[in-house]
């Protein structure tokens, strides 16, 4: 709860305005599983406790790359202030289909940008 709290303020600090409501719309767990099937079922455990955290960091990313506009992973996590993240969220942004890279590269990093609101 205490993971979940942390992530909600990160959230509401780098959302522009309007965009709070679709980040709590965004599904609380990936569409794909996060352990694989021979995996023990620790790590399934660990997956499905992990979940809520990447909940609030998919939504931490989108909110900034809708707030600041077409970024890299750098970019997003220095923005965050996050170490790393950004590179594991966005192909997940990417298959929920909020979030697609441009084409473009800067520093050696794909660019991303959010996909419109329907």
């Not at 780098?14 to 679709?22: E, V, W």
């Not at 950004?86 to 940008?113: I, K, M």
Request: hydrophobic content about 40%; charged content about 25%.
């Amino acid at each position: 709860a205490a993971v979940s709290h942390g992530w909600h303020k990160l959230v509401a600090q780098h959302l522009m305005a309007g965009a709070a409501q679709q980040a709590a719309d965004l599904p609380l767990f990936a569409p794909e599983t996060r352990a694989r099937a021979t995996d023990p079922v620790t790590s399934h455990q660990a997956a499905e406790r992990a979940a809520p955290a990447a909940s609030g960091q998919r939504a931490c990313v989108l909110a900034v790359l809708r707030q600041y506009g077409d970024l890299t992973y750098r970019e997003i996590d220095q923005r965050l202030n996050w170490h790393t993240g950004a590179q594991r969220r966005l192909p997940e942004l990417e298959r929920l289909g909020l979030a697609r890279p441009t084409g473009d590269e800067r520093d050696g990093c794909r660019v991303w940008t959010a996909m419109e609101a329907a």
